[in-house]
């Protein structure tokens, strides 16, 4: 059975350009390695700048597949130098109904 995720990406400073390109390469590194639906990737920005993606694994089995396959662990350490994990409760405004976002074309 599929499962979404909401991935919180606080950039380092100066880092929010790589960054950024970090989250273009996830989704198609991702559904290269047939971890990912074909369900597209929605890519925001919280008013305190961190990047929020939410996308749709294809099982929990895909989830830790991803954790041992070579080419996701190259781009998460990527991800882990130019940004730190956020949760979702971090975010500005996520104790309130209706939190907003602006929204990041890739």
Not at 41 to 54: C, F, K, S
Not at 68 to 79: H, T, Y
């Amino acid at each position: 059975m599929p499962e979404y995720t909401i991935a919180a990406y606080r950039p380092k400073p100066g880092q929010e350009a790589a960054l950024l390109a970090c989250v273009r390469d996830h989704h198609p590194i991702l559904r290269k390695e047939g971890l990912v639906t074909g369900r597209g990737v929605t890519v925001l920005r919280a008013p305190d700048g961190v990047i929020v993606e939410i996308f749709e694994w294809k099982s929990r089995k895909a989830v830790e597949a991803a954790h041992k396959n070579p080419a996701v662990l190259v781009l998460w350490e990527r991800f882990s130098a130019c940004s730190d994990f956020a949760t979702l409760a971090e975010l500005p405004g996520a104790t309130k109904p209706f939190p907003h976002f602006e929204f990041v074309a890739l």
